[in-house]
């Protein structure tokens, strides 16, 4: 048994064991520390020890944030996760800082981020944040929020005293309703394609049948088809990215494009290919090699390329404009109301759940909807 207040007790194994709070979390949650020793004496002394170390660094630790820019203290970071994380995720970071934390937030002092001024940062950023003043979409706001918090999570695992607890912090964001091509607009799709089968007009209908993403279809290479198992091979994504210019060999260029693997490692899988999709597949491929899209080893078609293609496409087929991962919202859907085991369907799009596939792609249709509210009919007993 301990004496009172000192947190010292005899264990089993016949040590002594002494307990002091060496740091506290942003809610004043303490953070125990342990020493050890084979007396009570020689407990109390390391105790006592530990508890002063523990104390003289926490108060130059508070010193030290007091006297550094938030700013600063993100440099640190930065340089801390860049060869840990990829290399669109850290651009993202970047991108993230430079538009909207550092401008608002970089010059004050660490002790100054308290919740009282986040909240109205968030707050700020939500009815005029942006280049046109004219305010943020929640998702943006809930990203960068979420980059703060990691940042005040990297400072925390370093035992500086944090002015508030990001996590109490929240933004409140409402589902957007995701584009799904009715039967009509996707067979009218379908049958302008058919009419001119050009690479580009064949790489759509291979997103509408497969699910992929823009990304992956235009770093899709002929070497991931395989026609006679009817099957193509996602396992890498083609992005444009902001730069500084620093890695650009054109001076001054804000961009580049990559090609890389994707966000994830379900998002690499094996997709069979249906036999229809197969067929047109052949009478385009002749004797191409490279990339998918060209034909060719040196060039490409990247995806804001792609992107202005589909929505010309869409013009000229008279269908109501839409984003080019409507063609992904409508494959999930399909499948859905085909009838599709849903672990499959979430294995085909590469999500990590079943509940990813349920919760965020498929919609059912209204007939779908309306098949299955007349099989209530039968129950109606009314005469």
């Given at each position: ?55 003289t660094l926490t108060a130059v630790r508070l010193k030290t944030a007091q006297q550094i820019h938030f700013c600063t203290l993100t440099e640190e970071w930065f340089c801390y996760i860049k060869p840990r994380i990829k290399e669109s995720t850290y651009q993202k970071y970047r991108n993230l800082w430079n538009s909207y934390i550092c401008p608002e937030l970089g010059e004050m002092y ?72 009715s039967m009509n607009e996707q067979k009218i799709l379908c049958g302008h394609i058919a009419s001119d089968l050009c690479i580009r007009n064949v790489g759509i209908l291979v997103c509408l049948f497969t699910g992929i993403r823009i990304g992956e279809v235009c770093a899709l290479r002929w070497d991931d088809i395989s026609l006679t198992e009817r099957t193509l091979h996602i396992h ?148």
């Amino acid at each position: 048994m301990s004496k009172r207040g000192e947190n010292i007790y005899k264990r089993k194994d016949g040590r002594w064991e002494g307990r002091y709070i060496k740091a506290r979390t942003a809610a004043g949650k303490a953070i125990y520390g342990y020493v050890y020793a084979p007396s009570y004496k020689e407990t109390r002394a390391k105790l006592q020890n530990a508890a002063r170390t523990a104390h003289t660094l926490t108060a130059v630790r508070l010193k030290t944030a007091q006297q550094i820019h938030f700013c600063t203290l993100t440099e640190e970071w930065f340089c801390y996760i860049k060869p840990r994380i990829k290399e669109s995720t850290y651009q993202k970071y970047r991108n993230l800082w430079n538009s909207y934390i550092c401008p608002e937030l970089g010059e004050m002092y660490f002790p100054e981020l308290t919740q009282e001024v986040l909240q109205a940062y968030c707050g700020t950023l939500l009815t005029s944040g942006g280049r046109k003043g004219k305010g943020l979409s929640a998702k943006t706001v809930s990203d960068t929020l979420s980059l703060i918090h990691s940042i005040f999570r990297y400072y925390a695992g370093r035992k500086y005293p944090l002015p508030c607890d990001t996590r109490t912090i929240t933004v409140r964001q409402c589902a957007k309703e995701m584009r799904v091509f009715s039967m009509n607009e996707q067979k009218i799709l379908c049958g302008h394609i058919a009419s001119d089968l050009c690479i580009r007009n064949v790489g759509i209908l291979v997103c509408l049948f497969t699910g992929i993403r823009i990304g992956e279809v235009c770093a899709l290479r002929w070497d991931d088809i395989s026609l006679t198992e009817r099957t193509l091979h996602i396992h890498q994504t083609m992005q444009r990215l902001q730069t500084d210019g620093t890695t650009m060999q054109e001076e001054g260029a804000r961009t580049k494009v990559i090609v890389t693997t994707p966000k994830s490692r379900c998002s690499i899988r094996t997709i069979p290919i249906p036999e229809e999709l197969v067929r047109i597949l052949e009478t385009v491929k002749g004797s191409a090699c490279g990339y998918f899209l060209t034909g060719s080893e040196e060039k490409w078609v990247e995806p804001r390329t792609m992107q202005n293609h589909f929505k010309r496409l869409l013009k000229s087929c008279n269908i109501e404009d839409a984003n080019y991962h409507a063609l992904r919202h409508t494959f999930a859907t399909r499948c859905v109301e085909l009838g599709f085991d849903v672990k499959s369907l979430s294995e085909i799009l590469g999500h990590a759940n079943v509940n990813i596939t349920l919760n965020r792609y498929v919609h059912p249709s209204m007939q779908l909807k309306q098949s299955n509210m007349q099989k209530l009919s039968q129950m109606i007993y009314v005469k």
